[in-house]
């Protein structure tokens, strides 16, 4: 199995920025990593993706202008720069990771195709 470790979680202002690592605990080819979210009462939504090898990256528009994702491949890491947070991002963000680079060429991003997630990493946005 294959364990991913969420961190740069935290508490900011509405404007501020934050950005989350996310990185495998052991060398695999993970051909598609992502991030999801999940706020209180609400379902957990994808918010984007990166490819290694190949693929479409992907932003939720709700985030579109605002997050940047990247991945370093030497280390397994993913990693998403928030910009521009508003209270309405405040949730609990998961990482995530498909061993089918089909993952990665969906024009959706969809959860059912992350076999390994991360224990989540919370971020709070205040007004």
């Known amino acids: 199995q294959v364990q991913l470790v969420e961190t740069g979680g935290g508490s900011v202002q509405t404007g501020g920025s934050l950005r989350l690592s996310c990185a495998a605990s052991?060398?695999?080819?993970?051909?598609?990593m992502g991030w999801f979210r999940q706020a209180p009462g609400k379902e957990r939504e994808g918010v984007a993706r990166f490819p290694t090898h190949f693929g479409v990256t992907y932003v939720a528009d709700s985030v579109k202008g605002r997050f940047i994702i990247s991945r370093d491949n030497a280390k397994n890491t993913v990693y998403l720069q928030m910009n521009s947070l508003k209270p309405e991002d405040t949730a609990m963000y998961y990482c995530?990771?498909?061993?089918?680079?089909?993952?990665?060429?969906?024009?959706?991003?969809?959860?059912?195709?992350?076999?390994?997630w991360g224990q989540g990493t919370l971020v709070t946005v205040s007004s």
């Open positions: 052991r060398d695999i080819d993970l051909p598609c």
């Open positions: 995530a990771a498909a061993l089918s680079p089909s993952a990665c060429i969906s024009s959706t991003l969809d959860r059912i195709s992350y076999i390994y």
